[in-house]
C-alpha cells in the first residue's frame, strides 16, 4: 500500500487556484508539501502536525498558500490561491514520523507519487 497518495493536481490561469490532497495511510506526526519545477531542486513548500495547530511556510508562498487537515479523513489539503506561472512544479506530500515541524526534505520519512500544477501566463 502506498503511504501517500496525492491529488487534485491540474492546469490553471495565473491568478487561478488549486487544491491539492494528500490521503496518508501511515502514522506521522508532521505531514509537508514540497515541490520540484523541471531542471530544479525539490523547495520546501508547507508543512504542518496532526495535533497542534503550527504550520510552516516558505517565504515564497506565505499569504497564498494554506495548508490544513481532517484527521478524521487523514487527509492533508494544499489550498493554492493567487497562483504564478513560478508555481508550476510537481507537489510531493510528505510524512515525518517523530516529533517537530521542519522545511527541509532530509527530515521526512514519507513521500507520495507526485502531482503536477501547471500554471499558465
Known amino acids: 500500500q502506498v503511504p501517500l497518495v496525492e491529488s487534485g493536481g491540474g492546469f490553471v490561469q495565473a491568478g487561478g487556484s488549486l487544491r491539492l490532497s494528500c490521503a496518508a495511510s501511515?502514522?506521522?506526526?508532521?505531514m509537508g508539501w514540497f515541490r520540484q519545477a523541471p531542471g530544479k531542486d525539490r523547495e520546501f513548500v508547507a508543512a504542518t502536525t496532526w495535533n497542534t495547530p503550527s504550520t510552516l511556510y516558505a517565504d515564497s508562498v506565505k499569504g497564498r498558500f494554506t495548508i490544513s487537515k481532517d484527521n478524521a479523513k487523514n487527509t492533508v489539503y494544499l489550498q493554492m490561491n493567487s497562483l504564478k506561472p513560478e508555481d508550476t512544479a510537481v507537489y510531493y506530500c510528505s510524512g515525518r514520523r517523530a516529533r517537530g515541524l521542519f522545511g527541509s526534505e532530509g527530515n521526512y520519512d514519507y513521500w507520495g507519487q507526485g502531482t503536477q500544477v501547471t500554471v499558465s501566463s
Open positions: 501511515v502514522r506521522t506526526f508532521s
